[in-house]
């Protein structure tokens, strides 16, 4: 099966009209990466904040490493901090190291 990741992004925004949170996270992958989309850090970023807004933990970590490629660390530790309680495993060491 061939990848189609134009058809994916449809996809990912029509359920994320839906306010399903995963569909923003992944949305947010695809303008993070410029998969199926151009480039857009900031529309990622609005993605992944709506889904981390809706408790996806994933999401959350997203923004902190974000954040943290920007060396913006109080605000990675911040996301981290947050993901981490979510139960998000890697981001329970991300703190530790950007400390």
Known sequence: MEKD????????????????PPAH???GYCYQFGLGVNEDLNLAFECFLLASNNG????QANIAALYE????????????????AQGQL??????????
């Not at 996806?56 to 999401?59: I, V």
Request: with cysteine; hydrophobic share 40%.
């Open 56 to 59: 996806h933990a994933g999401a």
């Open 25 to 27: 996270s992944a949305l």
């Open 5 to 20: 990741e134009k058809k994916a992004v449809l996809c990912y925004e029509k359920s994320s009209k839906m306010g399903y």
């Open 90 to 99: 890697t981001s329970q060491f991300c703190p530790r190291v950007l400390l």
């Open 69 to 84: 490629k920007q060396k913006n660390f109080d605000d990675a530790i911040k996301w981290y901090q947050v993901a981490a």
